[in-house]
Each structure stands twice: as structure tokens, then as C-alpha cells.
């Protein structure tokens, strides 16, 4: 893989600080990092493999910015709002700043690589800005910063490899996540990331089974296999490579409990995916298979490259499979064109494919995407078809989870649940989320057989079947 360059930026100098470099493990003057994350599962995997780096390279990891000298965004463009709380939360640092000069502010990731150098023009206060593909070389540019130097670096550079992920310094807990395709080559009209992130880059099998035996050494049981649209993985490696086949080799290997992978796009799940639900035990049955609207009209403005007929399809044949394989979907409302009658249209696959869970966001343009320049629906329009699929969604997650009450379920253990530290959390097979009392004596990664008692919307609470 090719290096990357980051070139100076020629702007303003930041205060130029006293910076002595300390290599030592032991140095207590090591400089302070707080790296905050927004966005994908995708975005906290690059934040544990640049932390990682950092520590390698001698910085200190902290998760309070007050005691920081330097504070670094790891950021998210995929949609407006998720911009906004970014550089909010970057000018709530501003008084910060102003009693620590010299602290450093960096912006990483997809908002770096979408906004370019400018980035560093519109906020005078920011001397570091890292694009997507950076991340390995995060202790070099943040020297630099902390010299003085503004810097941006967006161009060249390259994916982070295997031996750059470090579970033991960063622990991974018992789920873990691993990149096995980054990028994206689909056109959606709306979307920023191949923009950001670049076209398809499959990970090769023994690269990603390296790092799935680091991390399940490391004490992982549960693995997420990532990408943007991961069921399309190795159609761009050579000789080409069938999904299919990375999902057995991983189910194999010694200490895995669960497997998990998303996201998956309705046009790649093809039948030999869909037959390893009913083969392979430690594979979980739920597929996260975003639809994006119900709507012919809309997925073909989208440029989905599917009907509704054909994501239908798709579903049939995920649960011809056996063993009941739930589906999670995403929903955009009010996309530019979409009619009363094609949110109706979502609104009816709602019903008809029965998700487990859906993530339903309002359409918001994106600079440079081809829909950007196509007229949305008025503001209160999108509000209330959102609210309308929301509403729809948790009426019949709710009852879905109802038809759980009085099942046995097979758990694995999280940790404690975040709302009521005396019970555990964890999710079953299907991926639902379960809280029940412990026995005494669970640990996070242990497999638990849980009576349901009661469902909401959101998750299930049960009790133990057996002991620990
Ligand atoms: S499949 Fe479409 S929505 Fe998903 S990352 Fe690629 S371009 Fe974006």
C-alpha cells in the first residue's frame, strides 16, 4: 500500500507552543489526547485503531477534553445534523482553548474529507484536519500540530492493515467490530460517503482472519463484520471472492460465539448467503437490509438499482433459509419527489416485511450528491412522514416483541444494562435486546438462557432459565 502525503497547510500559525517529544511509556509529560466520535460503527473502529497508534507513538488517551492538549473529531458527513453537532461541539471547546493555548483542535474522518482544507479557512481555531484515509499516520500529524504547524492532510494515504489494530492496548470487550471492505462504488443519489470514503476496497481473506483471531484472542466472542455495503464484499478483489465464503471462514474460527455483518444491500445478498442461516449455528439471524423507501418511483430517483418487487424478494429468501431471520431496515423521508402515495408505499412495507428494527431518518441534502440539486418537501412534510413511519415502526417492533413473551432465549451477556446497573444486558440470536437479573456470576461474552417476561418497542426483560 502506497503512503499518504499531508501537506502544510499555508494559513495562519497557531501559537507556537513548547512541544518536547517523550517516547517513554513511563513519561508522565506524554501528551494528552481525547478523541471523540460521532457516526458509524465503521467511524468507532477507525477511532480504536488510530487510538491504538497513538499509544504507540507515546500519546496518553483521555476521555475528559478539559485535561486534554489536544481534542480530535472523529467525524460524520453522511447527514447535515450530524455536521451540526460536530462543530457545535467544537465551539463549546472555544473557552477551553482560550486558557490552554497552544491546546490543539483537530477534525478527522468524513467531514475532514468532504470540506478539504477550507475547513481549516472557516475555523480559524482547528490546526489539524485528517481525511479518511490518515488515520495510521495520526501520531505524526499530531506532533506536527502540536508544534505549531496547521496541517491538512486529505490526499493519498491508505486503510488501516491488520497489525495496526491493537485489542490488547484498546480493549475490544466481547463485541468486536472488523473492517472487511471500505468504501463504497454505488451511486446513491443522496449519499456522500463514496465521495468521502472512496470506491470499494475488499480486505483480502487472510488479512481479515488475521485480524478476527487478534481480536478474539483478545477476549471477543461476538464478531461484526463491517463495510458499506459488506454482502458485495470481494467482487472487486482478484481473483474475485464470494461473501459467502468470508462468512464460513470466520464462523470457524475457535472462540466465536456470534457473527454478525452489516450493512447489506438488497442487490448483493444472493441465495448462498442467505442458505448459511439455516447452517451455520453461531451466525446471527438478523440481516440489516436498509429498503431506503417503499416506492418504485423513489429507490429509482435514489438510483437504489432494485424495486420493491426485487427487496421483497430478497427477504423471501432470507426466510426460506429456516432458523427465522429478522430484518432491520433504514427508511429516508421525505426524499426530493416523494408523494403522499409513495409514503404510503413505505408505509406499507412497513407492514409487509415486519422489521425488527428500523433506523428512520429525514431526507437532508448532501453538497455534491445529485439530489442536492432536486427540491424536497417542505420541512413540516418531512417531519410528519418521519414521525408517521417512526410510529408505524414501533407499533409493530412492539408486537413483534410481544410474540416473544413466554419463549426461552439464548443471551449473550454484554454487561450491565445501562438504565439499571443490577441487571444485564445482551442480545439474542435475532439480535434483540434482552435485560434480566443476573445469578451472580455472569461475565460479559457468557451465553445465558433467558424466560421472556415482558416486551416493549425497544427490548425484552426476562429471567434466568438455568444457572451460570
Ligand atoms: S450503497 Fe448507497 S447509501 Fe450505501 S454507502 Fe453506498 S452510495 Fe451510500
Known amino acids: 500500500m502506497g503512503g499518504?502525503?499531508?501537506?502544510?497547510?499555508?494559513?495562519?500559525?497557531?501559537?507556537?507552543?513548547?512541544?518536547?517529544?517523550?517516547?517513554?511509556?513511563?513519561?508522565?509529560?506524554?501528551?494528552?489526547?481525547?478523541?471523540?466520535?460521532?457516526?458509524?460503527?465503521?467511524?468507532?473502529?477507525?477511532?480504536?485503531?488510530?487510538?491504538?497508534?497513538?499509544?504507540?507513538?507515546?500519546?496518553?488517551?483521555?476521555?475528559?477534553?478539559?485535561?486534554?492538549?489536544?481534542?480530535?473529531?472523529?467525524?460524520?458527513?453522511?447527514?447535515?445534523?450530524?455536521?451540526?453537532?460536530?462543530?457545535?461541539?467544537?465551539?463549546?471547546?472555544?473557552?477551553?482553548?482560550?486558557?490552554r493555548p497552544g491546546m490543539v483542535l483537530g477534525i478527522l474522518g468524513c467531514m475532514a474529507q468532504e470540506h478539504g482544507a477550507s475547513f481549516l479557512d472557516r475555523f480559524p481555531r482547528v490546526s489539524l484536519v485528517a481525511g479518511t484515509s490518515h488515520f495510521h499516520q495520526l501520531g505524526t500529524l499530531l506532533q506536527r500540530a502540536l508544534a505549531g504547524e496547521r496541517i491538512a492532510a486529505l490526499e493519498g494515504g491508505r486503510?488501516?492493515?491488520?497489525?495496526?489494530?491493537?485489542?490488547?492496548?484498546v480493549p475490544v470487550g466481547p463485541r468486536a467490530f472488523v473492517a472487511v471492505q471500505r468504501g463504497c462504488s454505488m451511486g446513491c443519489a443522496y449519499c456522500i460517503v463514496p465521495s468521502v470514503r472512496g470506491p470499494w476496497r475488499s480486505?483480502?481473506?487472510?488479512?481479515?482472519?488475521?485480524?478476527?483471531?487478534?481480536?478474539?484472542?483478545?477476549?471477543?466472542?461476538?464478531?461484526?463484520?463491517l463495510g458499506q455495503t459488506v454482502d458485495a464484499w470481494g467482487r472487486d478483489l482478484s481473483p474475485r471472492a464470494r461473501f459467502s465464503e468470508l462468512l464460513r471462514a470466520v464462523h470457524d474460527l475457535p472462540g466465536l460465539k456470534r457473527l454478525h455483518f452489516v450493512t447489506s444491500h438488497p442487490l448483493?445478498?444472493?441465495?448462498?448467503?442467505?442458505?448459511?442461516?439455516?447452517?451455520?449455528?453461531?451466525?446471527?439471524?438478523?440481516?440489516?437490509?436498509?429498503?431506503?423507501?417503499?416506492?418504485?418511483?423513489?429507490?429509482?430517483?435514489?438510483?437504489?438499482?432494485?424495486?420493491?418487487?426485487?427487496?421483497?424478494?430478497?427477504?423471501?429468501?432470507?426466510?426460506e433459509a429456516g432458523a427465522g431471520v429478522e430484518i432491520a431496515g433504514d427508511f429516508i423521508c421525505g426524499f426530493p419527489g416523494e408523494t403522499e402515495e409513495d409514503h404510503g408505499a413505505t408505509l406499507s412495507l412497513l407492514e409487509e416485511v415486519g422489521f425488527s428494527q428500523c433506523y428512520v431518518f429525514k431526507y437532508s441534502p448532501r453538497p455534491g450528491t445529485p439530489a442536492a440539486s432536486m427540491e424536497a418537501p417542505p420541512p413540516e412534510v418531512i417531519r410528519r412522514r418521519h414521525g408517521e413511519v417512526l410510529a408505524l415502526h414501533e407499533e409493530i417492533s412492539a408486537r413483534?416483541?410481544?410474540?416473544?413473551?413466554?419463549?426461552?432465549?439464548?443471551?449473550?451477556?454484554?454487561?450491565?444494562?445501562?438504565?439499571?446497573?443490577?441487571?444485564?444486558?445482551?442480545?439474542?440470536i435475532h439480535h434483540r435486546i434482552v435485560h434480566f437479573p443476573g445469578l451472580g456470576g455472569e461475565r460479559p461474552g457468557d451465553l445465558a438462557r433467558v424466560r421472556i417476561r415482558e416486551a416493549s418497542p425497544v427490548s425484552l426483560v426476562g429471567e434466568r432459565e438455568d444457572g451460570p
Open 4 to 99: 499518504g502525503h499531508a501537506g502544510a497547510f499555508p494559513g495562519v500559525k497557531a501559537p507556537r507552543r513548547a512541544f518536547s517529544w517523550a517516547g517513554s511509556e513511563k513519561n508522565l509529560n506524554r501528551p494528552k489526547v481525547a478523541l471523540i466520535t460521532f457516526g458509524c460503527q465503521m467511524n468507532k473502529l477507525d477511532s480504536e485503531i488510530a487510538e491504538a497508534g497513538l499509544l504507540r507513538e507515546g500519546f496518553q488517551l483521555v476521555d475528559d477534553p478539559a485535561e486534554a492538549d489536544a481534542v480530535l473529531f472523529n467525524t460524520c458527513a453522511v447527514r447535515a445534523h450530524a455536521e451540526e453537532r460536530v462543530i457545535s461541539r467544537l465551539a463549546a471547546l472555544y473557552p477551553l482553548q482560550d486558557r
Open 159 to 169: 486503510d488501516p492493515e491488520a497489525s495496526e489494530r491493537d485489542p490488547r492496548a
Open 203 to 225: 480486505r483480502p481473506l487472510e488479512e481479515v482472519l488475521e485480524e478476527c483471531r487478534r481480536v478474539l484472542d483478545a477476549g471477543a466472542v461476538d464478531l461484526t463484520l
Open 268 to 319: 448483493f445478498l444472493d441465495k448462498e448467503t442467505a442458505a448459511l442461516f439455516g447452517e451455520l449455528p453461531r451466525l446471527a439471524r438478523w440481516v440489516h437490509l436498509p429498503p431506503q423507501s417503499g416506492s418504485d418511483r423513489v429507490l429509482r430517483a435514489m438510483r437504489r438499482g432494485y424495486t420493491r418487487a426485487k427487496y421483497l424478494e430478497t427477504v423471501e429468501t432470507l426466510r
Open 400 to 428: 413483534r416483541n410481544r410474540e416473544l413473551i413466554g419463549t426461552v432465549q439464548e443471551v449473550l451477556v454484554e454487561g450491565p444494562s445501562p438504565r439499571d446497573s443490577s441487571r444485564l444486558t445482551g442480545r439474542t
